[in-house]
């Protein structure tokens, strides 16, 4: 049974990548990922204000990122959330300097700004994506949020900006009000399957539509969601949450319940049934979409009954 993929051009045993993490932050968890039997690594991002703060941040990251494709046995994708046009290609460059095999853009950028509009905004993560792609030959994938008036047509302005690949959505993780101290403190809570419903959508939305690889990413928990990602047409599927939860031995579970779910249904390769949900084979998918919802809606009532 062959569950290889291409994702970023790059050739992978099986679709389950593991997606940044600290798990993916250092060598000893980036071991672990590979001998579970991860068919990728996305190295833990380097945010270019903690390299402001901290040089050896990133001189850490990147010795991370060279010792890890120097074993040469997955590809290593370096990731990266700069704030600044100049830290977001130095960083990119040294990435690829320092042997990744892709670079992913982590475009994570809250619009504060009542004066900044989403037309500006948009054509600052385009004009990211083209200083990136005009200094580094690796393939670059972006990691975008939901949060456009238009995701789709976003997605295909990067698509034409150069991105070999998209990868669907970035989780924000919002701040909880203490009422003891009056401050915002931290509250960080791991994915549910649930959450992998609205990528699931865009995927299948976008799936065939736009010349680029697409990556899920969120609510990977079990084989399922896996399978669900590759019916709606994902190349890779990411996982974090799952694995912080359960460790790397996890991957296992995943690959092992895709491939006898595979086997079950006679399938032999993924493209035997990856991209069957995929929107691109209907012959209107937002009146689609209409429907479906109002089916949801619909039917939610009769659940509860």
């Given at each position: 049974?062959?569950?290889?993929?291409?994702?970023?051009?790059?050739?992978?045993?099986?679709?389950?990548?593991?997606s940044?993490?600290?798990l993916?932050?250092?060598?000893?968890?980036?071991?672990?990922?590979?001998?579970?039997?991860?068919?990728?690594?996305?190295?833990?991002?380097?945010?270019?204000?903690?390299?402001?703060?901290?040089?050896?941040i990133?001189?850490?990251?990147?010795?991370?990122?060279?010792?890890?494709?120097q074993?040469?046995?997955?590809?290593?994708?370096?990731?990266?959330?700069?704030?600044?046009?100049?830290?977001?290609?130095?960083?990119?460059?040294?990435?690829?300097?320092?042997?990744?095999?892709?670079?992913?853009?982590?475009?994570?950028?809250?619009?504060?700004?009542?004066?900044?509009?989403?037309?500006?905004?948009?054509?600052?993560?385009?004009?990211?994506?083209?200083?990136?792609?005009?200094?580094?030959?690796?393939?670059?994938?972006?990691?975008?949020?939901?949060?456009?008036?238009?995701?789709?047509?976003m997605?295909?302005?990067?698509?034409?900006?150069?991105?070999?690949?998209?990868?669907?959505?970035?989780?924000?993780?919002?701040?909880?009000?203490?009422?003891?101290?009056?401050?915002?403190?931290?509250?960080?809570r791991?994915?549910?399957?649930?959450?992998?419903?609205?990528?699931?959508?865009?995927?299948?939305?976008?799936?065939?539509?736009?010349?680029?690889?697409?990556?899920?990413?969120?609510?990977?928990?079990?084989?399922?969601?896996?399978?669900?990602?590759?019916?709606?047409?994902?190349?890779?599927?990411?996982?974090?949450?799952?694995?912080?939860?359960?460790?790397?031995?996890?991957?296992?579970?995943?690959?092992?319940?895709?491939?006898?779910?595979?086997?079950?249904?006679?399938?032999?390769?993924?493209?035997?049934?990856?991209?069957?949900?995929?929107?691109?084979h209907?012959?209107?998918p937002?009146?689609?979409?209409?429907v479906?919802?109002?089916?949801?809606?619909?039917?939610?009532?009769?659940?509860?009954?």
């Amino acid at each position: 049974m062959d569950l290889s993929t291409r994702y970023l051009g790059l050739e992978l045993k099986h679709p389950v990548v593991a997606s940044p993490s600290p798990l993916t932050r250092d060598m000893d968890g980036i071991r672990r990922l590979v001998d579970a039997g991860a068919a990728a690594i996305v190295v833990a991002s380097v945010f270019e204000e903690q390299v402001a703060a901290d040089r050896s941040i990133l001189e850490e990251r990147l010795e991370t990122v060279h010792q890890a494709s120097q074993q040469g046995s997955i590809p290593i994708i370096g990731s990266l959330n700069g704030e600044t046009l100049g830290g977001w290609v130095s960083v990119a460059t040294q990435l690829e300097q320092a042997g990744a095999s892709a670079i992913e853009l982590d475009l994570y950028r809250v619009p504060s700004d009542p004066n900044e509009t989403g037309e500006a905004l948009e054509q600052s993560y385009v004009d990211i994506l083209r200083a990136v792609k005009a200094k580094v030959k690796v393939p670059v994938a972006v990691k975008l949020s939901p949060y456009f008036s238009a995701p789709a047509n976003m997605a295909k302005q990067l698509v034409d900006a150069g991105a070999d690949g998209l990868v669907l959505f970035n989780r924000f993780y919002e701040g909880d009000v203490d009422l003891t101290t009056l401050l915002v403190k931290p509250d960080f809570r791991l994915s549910t399957p649930y959450d992998s419903r609205l990528p699931m959508m865009w995927i299948s939305l976008l799936s065939g539509r736009l010349d680029a690889s697409l990556a899920a990413t969120s609510g990977v928990w079990t084989y399922e969601e896996v399978v669900k990602y590759l019916l709606v047409g994902a190349d890779a599927v990411m996982t974090t949450s799952s694995l912080l939860k359960d460790g790397p031995q996890h991957l296992e579970t995943l690959v092992s319940g895709l491939r006898e779910w595979m086997k079950a249904r006679g399938f032999d390769t993924l493209a035997d049934f990856k991209g069957r949900l995929a929107a691109a084979h209907l012959y209107d998918p937002s009146a689609f979409m209409r429907v479906h919802y109002n089916d949801i809606l619909t039917s939610s009532g009769k659940d509860h009954a």
